[in-house]
């Protein structure tokens, strides 16, 4: 993929086009067409000769993101997209409007194989790791598509990021370029269901990213039930690394909580939480968990998740309910899914 232009970096692409015997400064150009002005074709760039467009248009293809359907939310103007990719598979984004500014939610990869009980993402399986360019460009379109500057990312739509963990930390050297949108390191969530190595790895960067862990459980029994990487990393080894990564970095970890009525929501549930929490640098967000047609979770009660949250505080732990978003147009966590590519394969648009 050496061709994909939008995944690399100013130097990568200086070298690539001296290989050609193209001018360095036109690098320079190219890179801020791309990830400043956000083109999405060459024919945009208009101070680069035509006869040049050519060349680099057959010579380095531009894999975008096209907009196939936009829904937006009646109840809070979150939007949804569903975008093509360049070979025709399909992923979504989300777009959220907060009072800090606006948030995209973006993919990693077509569709997920971590296969977690209660995600969408992961029922269609999964088709293929996005190169960073790709997640660029959900992130390009959409903001090209809202004419206002999105200041936040969270790595947390369809997808293992860290099952993709090469593409997405290309991903977040371009995005955070000061060449390209410049966007703060500290305003980007990545979010993981575990990978114990990946997560060490990470740590030896030192980024000021927010870690997000998908817990969902307490205890080795209930997780493996429900998310399948614990069989290979378990509750503990997870934590003790995220321990780690907070104890290095400083940077205070997100832990996220589906709430799933009468499967791991009891005050037990709470005090094994708080006990495997106790004096980790952490944040706890409860969601209560998002309907999936496919799966028989159902959400825990509002007096539940009030429970399990003065639960988690009164043993020091903080803890939040997280605000819906985007609920009619299925783009709350974990409902982000492939619906789209399998209607295609069948033929019934
Ligand atoms: N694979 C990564 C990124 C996906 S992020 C991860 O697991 O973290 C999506 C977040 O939504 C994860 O925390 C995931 O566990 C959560 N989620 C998945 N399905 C959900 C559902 N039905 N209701 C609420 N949250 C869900």
Avoid at 130 to 155: C, N, P, T
Avoid at 271 to 298: D, Q, T, Y
Wanted: proline share 3%; with cysteine; net charge positive.
């Amino acid at each position: 993929m050496s061709r994909d232009i939008l995944s690399m970096t100013l130097e990568e692409m200086t070298q690539a086009f001296a290989d050609l015997g193209i001018q360095k400064f036109r690098a320079g150009q190219i890179y801020e067409w791309l990830h400043r002005h956000l083109a999405c074709d060459y024919s945009e760039m208009t101070n680069i000769p035509k006869s040049l467009r050519d060349e680099l248009s057959e010579k380095f293809p531009l894999y975008n993101c096209e907009i196939e359907r936009k829904q937006v939310s009646k109840l809070d103007s979150t939007v949804k997209y569903l975008f093509r990719l360049h070979d025709g598979d399909f992923v979504e984004s989300v777009v959220m409007k907060y009072k800090y500014g606006y948030t995209i939610c973006v993919s990693s990869q077509v569709g997920c194989k971590m296969g977690c009980a209660f995600c969408a993402s992961t029922l269609g399986g999964f088709k293929r790791s996005l190169y960073a360019g790709e997640i660029l460009s959900q992130l390009y379109r959409a903001q090209k598509d809202i004419g206002e500057r999105i200041s936040h990312i969270v790595l947390m739509g369809m997808g293992e990021p860290l099952d993709n963990y090469d593409n997405v930390m290309r991903f977040l050297a371009l995005v955070t370029d000061e060449k390209g949108l410049n966007i703060s390191m500290r305003n980007i969530s990545l979010s993981t269901c575990g990978i114990v190595p990946k997560i060490e790895e990470l740590l030896k960067r030192k980024m000021q990213l927010t870690l997000s862990i998908s817990l969902h459980a307490p205890s080795n029994e209930l997780r493996s039930r429900i998310m399948p990487i614990n069989k290979k990393y378990d509750v503990d080894k997870l934590l003790a690394a995220c321990r780690k990564y907070a104890a290095e970095t400083s940077r205070r970890i997100s832990f996220e909580y589906a709430m799933l009525s009468g499967i791991n929501d009891s005050d037990e549930c709470a005090r094994l939480l708080a006990s495997k929490l106790k004096g980790m640098l952490c944040h706890v967000n409860l969601i209560p968990v998002n309907e999936v047609a496919e799966s028989p979770f159902k959400p825990s009660s509002p007096e539940r998740v009030e429970r399990f949250v003065s639960i988690l505080s009164s043993n020091g732990i903080n803890a939040t309910v997280r605000r819906k978003l985007g609920s009619d147009i299925d783009a709350s966590c974990g409902q982000l899914r492939l619906k789209e590519n399998k209607n295609r394969e069948k033929g019934d648009e």
